[in-house]
Structures are given as C-alpha cells and as structure tokens.
C-alpha cells in the first residue's frame, strides 16, 4: 500500500518553468514504476511519463518529449516532474502514480489501468 502526494502546481507563464514533486509513503516505494498524467475537463487521463524503479531509464509522451523530465529519488520516496518551456495546452491537473510492485509486468507504462495508487493531482495553468 502507498500514498501519493502531489505539489509544486500553480499559475506560470507560457515559456516557464515549473517542478512538480510527488511525496509516497510505505516502504516499497523503490519497487514501483511511477508515472505522471495529467487531465482537463470532459478528457482521459493522459500519459506524460514514466520511470523505472531506479531511475535510470524513463519515457514521454511525444507532447512533452525535451521540455519535461522526469526523475525520481528512492532515498526521498519522491517523485518529480521538471517542466520547462510550458505551453497553455500543457495546462491541467496534474496526477503522479504508483504501479503494483513485484508484477514482473515491466517499468513502461502509458495507460491509466496499469497503475495502482494514484495521488489527488495537483492543478498546473499556463496563461498565455
């Protein structure tokens, strides 16, 4: 069992920057791949990235590849999302998430039904 966190959302203007952090609590934290998603209104949820369970490999969606970066610190039981050059449509609520440890299913995860533990999302606006 793990809670999710989110902070660091708020209102930043398109070109900015902005981190956004992920605080987990239990002890397996370094046994799960974690992902940010992020959704507006009346939208799925959508895939932004991921990473594996040290952090030495990660993945993004198209729409953020080279202005996002993910990372993670095991020792911290965080996750981060560093978010450069942000544009208005990148504006939404931001979500971190945990996959089910020991499921030998793979870090790789881009869709919402293959995480487990979600946080309560954080709101990111980009104005213009």
């Known amino acids: 069992q793990v809670q999710l966190v989110e902070s660091g959302g708020g209102l930043v203007q398109a070109g900015g920057s902005l981190r956004l952090s992920c605080a987990a609590s239990?002890?397996?934290?370094?046994?799960?791949?974690m992902g940010w998603f992020r959704q507006t209104p009346g939208r799925e949820r959508e895939f932004v990235a991921c990473i594996s369970w040290s952090g030495g490999s990660t993945y993004y969606a198209d729409s953020v590849k080279g202005r996002f970066t993910i990372s993670r610190d095991n020792a911290k039981h965080s996750v981060y999302l560093q978010m450069n050059s942000v544009k208005p449509e990148d504006t939404a609520v931001y979500y971190c998430a945990a996959d089910s440890p020991f499921e030998g299913t793979g870090w790789l995860k881009t869709t919402p039904d293959e995480y487990e533990y979600w946080g309560q999302g954080t709101q990111v606006t980009v104005s213009s």
């Open positions: 239990g002890r397996t934290f370094g046994n799960h791949a």
